[in-house]
């Protein structure tokens, strides 16, 4: 692919904007990509910005501002003039209407949806009552809507008048008088048909629709299991009200994945680009975890607590604690990890934990020998190389630390592995279950292990 | 969403084959969609696969074949009657073909590629050959071309002739003599013009295309950026030789992110079903990883060495390590997180590392101070509640607790946030700068913040 080059063409917009070459600004902005522009517009001031929205057309407009970053759309709302502003919401797509309105201030919105037509101004207030991750908050209204009794020369008649608007003609929806579903078909099967054909014929029954209160996961997953580019949306009385595309799916999933991500790390999940969070926002999504962590991390210091004797007679079981808890800890964020993934992708299911159980326990087996094998020569090793130096390194250390290292990490691939099922189980995020929470389990279990093996061994 | 009862078919399917019941079996075969078929087959016998796929219409069968899980597949062509077989993928589109022939014997592709037509067999041959996560082997050679002199009626004809095999109509491709691309226009634009117009006309020169050779992961960037819904692939002599659509985009972004989990998780990256992989497999993916930061650990070991006095004078001190380890490790793992995840998706760039630096310090300070003051309150308090039980709490271990963790938390979030970026520039995956990794540095940086303190306070 070749790429353009941004920022030759923002040094060359800036130049233009000082030098008030609107003419030659025109050509340029005429010969950019609209992608391409909101990336560079998110670089310039919003004065400058807003200087070239009035320089496109309207409908460039509307759409190099639909794509600007949510921080430099805010930046441009305070400094435009509201009849332009107005002019410009008024070329936007619905939904990108809709996510304009949710994300700028009460007020401000209020005054702009007074200004839409009085149909627009119902469906709008009724699209912003929707919740935030549902079917109804991810679809549009602009879809191509056919009868049954049609005839394809008819229909590809009707699409030409009416498509200029919608969203997608792709899919076309046949409705009846009391807008149910009758049937899809695309235009590929209209194009690919006779003239005369009648659309009822033509179109299939066999229908994947949302509800407008479907989480949009559940959404997802239904595009991604049917391969569709395009799903109706219904309501409660079954009646056809929007559609959702496959773009909208695209960002769904990346910010589900994102949100899995922050979860497994521990923060409260959150949309918010990293650059434009504040300090105290960043802050207060990763202290509670921080918090809950660290007071349940103290019950691993009530466990050296309880094993103060053993600990001050062997004074080098301490230098081993660090490696005992690491291993143990990254054993089972392994496990949770691929667990808790497989689950997000429907790979795994509740169904499967036996199974998940069996392999954990094999693979925990192999994975904790092989450490403990090559923690054991190290420890020999040592003690052969510089006996003096290593002299507290007893056969009955070094038994005590491998044999540790070996259940600790099969106890910690086996929890790793099914506190994820669990939580589902429960009907809680599996999420939740990844690495910081599983390290904080698994320190405590060997840290008993260790002491227990320990008494019994050393002394 | 009504979700088809896929169990309750599965019985009834299980049961007709048993009874025979092959005119029954063909209408329920009939009426249930083949993406519900294809997680249907996954759960039936080889065998009973075998005879339902026979009873399919070829194409349909060839569809719920390509839909199968890769395990379901091999044991299927494991008992299928090779010329059946070949029927059936005669039938697959070009994209499913290939990836089918990339995960089968080599011996068997052999057999079945001698039998297609010689000008496939090429073609065959040379995908084949693209490396695996290039465009290249994403794409299909199933697309419409069209000439510039047409008019819009012409060309819907053409499509019309031609479309049925097509993987996708809706974008199509005007290519000059040499096969070097023109322009492109979607559908969309040829019904929505009228009849006369010629292509050359009404199609747009704005291209964005791809190269054989491009990485997968720079392909999804391109289809996200500008939201496409296809984009055409072209040779080194800018030759254009297939298409890549967007379902197989979706496939890659999963993909990528579920490479991104295991590898931030210490795993080595693999596209294999959890439940499918063997349990040496997935054990191998885990144990280097494992062993590195085992033997990485040790520095943390040898530091506690190091300090061995400070502890047997002051042992209350060991009591402390876990907590004071988990929390530095958790706050790492936060701050990577973010930052890995923000680079993934183009968020936050080399150029943005003092941004990274001074927002992380900052949350650290507030991240730090919250954790030191809530850790000096909780222990103030036990030595209030219970004197005699915590009695070396004293000032000096105190305050050395929650300085180090004070500490210890903002440099965790600095390193958590730079290294992933450091690992940008020196060209390595920022990924592995994750959790693990983190952790383990931070380890042994709070143990010697921790003994140094002590070391100055305490004694």
Not at 124 to 134: C, E, H, K, T, V
Not at 188 to 208: K, P
Not at 209 to 234: C, G, H, I, R
Not at 362 to 384: E, H, I, S
């Amino acid at each position: 692919m070749e790429e353009l080059n941004i920022e030759y063409v923002l040094d060359e917009l800036k130049r233009l904007i000082a030098d008030k070459n609107f003419k030659r600004l025109k050509s340029v902005l005429a010969e950019t990509n609209v992608m391409d522009l909101a990336e560079i517009f998110d670089d310039l001031s919003p004065d400058e910005s807003i200087i070239l929205l009035r320089l496109l057309d309207k409908d460039r407009a509307a759409e190099v501002f639909s794509r600007l970053s949510v921080q430099s759309r805010k930046d441009v709302v305070s400094g435009i003039h509201f009849n332009f502003l107005n002019q410009i919401i008024e070329e936007m797509s619905f939904d990108d209407k809709i996510d304009f309105f949710e994300e700028m201030p009460a007020n401000l919105v209020k005054s702009l949806i007074a200004e839409a037509p009085q149909e627009e101004r119902k469906l709008i207030n009724q699209f912003l009552q929707y919740p935030d991750s549902s079917a109804g908050s991810l679809m549009t209204i602009e879809y191509v809507a056919l009868k049954k009794h049609l005839t394809v020369k008819q229909s590809l008649e009707k699409i030409k008048s009416d498509g200029v608007d919608k969203e997608t003609i792709y899919t076309c929806y046949v409705l009846d008088e009391t807008r149910h579903l009758e049937g899809i078909l695309s235009l590929r099967r209209i194009v690919l048909s006779d003239d005369d054909s009648v659309i009822g014929d033509i179109m299939s029954t066999d229908i994947i629709s949302v509800d407008t209160s479907d989480d949009q996961e559940y959404v997802a997953e239904a595009f991604k299991k049917y391969d569709l580019m395009s799903a109706p949306v219904v309501d409660g009385e079954k009646r056809m009200v929007g559609i959702i595309t496959i773009d909208d799916i695209m960002d769904v999933v990346e910010r589900e994945n994102t949100e899995d991500f922050q979860k497994m790390a521990a923060i409260a999940p959150s949309d918010d680009e990293y650059l434009d969070a504040s300090v105290l926002k960043l802050a207060g999504r990763r202290i509670v975890w921080l918090l809950i962590l660290m007071i349940s991390a103290t019950f691993s210091g009530s466990i050296i607590t309880r094993y103060s004797d053993v600990l001050s007679m062997a004074g080098v079981l301490t230098v081993f604690m660090p490696l005992l808890m690491d291993s143990g800890g990254n054993a089972g964020s392994q496990s949770s990890t691929l667990v808790i993934r497989g689950m997000a992708l429907g790979e795994i299911e509740l169904k499967n934990w036996f199974a998940v159980f069996w392999k954990e326990l094999r693979v925990g087996f192999v994975a904790g020998a092989a450490l403990a094998v090559v923690n054991f020569g190290r420890m020999v090793l040592l003690t052969v190389i510089n006996g003096a130096k290593y002299a507290d390194y007893t056969m009955g250390v070094m038994i005590t630390v491998s044999v540790t290292l070996m259940l600790s990490i099969v106890l910690a691939k086996l929890i790793g592995g099914l506190l994820p099922i669990v939580a589902k189980f429960a009907r809680l995020d599996p999420a939740i279950m990844a690495g910081p929470l599983i390290t904080t389990i698994i320190d405590a279990i060997s840290l008993i292990i260790y002491f227990t093996i320990a008494n019994a061994l050393i002394f």
